[in-house]
């Protein structure tokens, strides 16, 4: 809360001082408002496995900015990328892609996160009998 100043003129005469005005406001100036959130680093990807730090920077109704460390963080899939919801780090779970939200005071910002598989990772494969025992 920011106070306005109050003004007073004083003036000086043989009499002694004299006031002779005062004015301005003795109201409070209303606080800037978040009108949105960036999330950054926009479009980021990682291997199954790691982690990527994410911040929320707002932009607020006086043109300012500021890093909001408040943000709440939500992925769209967490079966792909989970978040710690509260400091924006967010680990990847398993190759997909998904929305990374931040949101704080009803305003959302989002990006993509890419999860994707570690080089030469198993996967999964279907053999016969005939395969396994080379039966052909």
């Known amino acids: 809360m920011r106070l306005s ?10 009499a002694g001082p004299l006031l002779t005005g005062c004015g301005g406001s003795t109201g409070t100036t209303a606080a800037a408002s978040l009108e949105s959130l960036a999330v950054t680093p926009a479009d980021a ?7 990527a730090q994410f911040i929320a920077t707002g932009t607020f109704s006086d043109g300012t900015t500021a890093a909001i460390p408040t943000a709440v963080w939500t992925s769209s899939d967490t079966k792909v990328a989970t978040f710690n919801t509260t400091a924006g780090l967010a680990l990847g779970v398993a190759a997909g892609k998904v929305t990374v939200t931040a949101t704080a005071a009803a305003v959302s910002g989002s990006t993509q996160f890419t999860v994707s598989s570690p080089a030469g990772a198993l996967r999964p494969q279907l053999l016969s009998l005939a395969d396994i025992c080379d039966l052909a």
């Open 5 to 14: 100043p109050f003004v007073c003129l004083l003036s000086l005469s043989s």
């Open 45 to 51: 990807g990682v291997l199954a496995g790691a982690s």
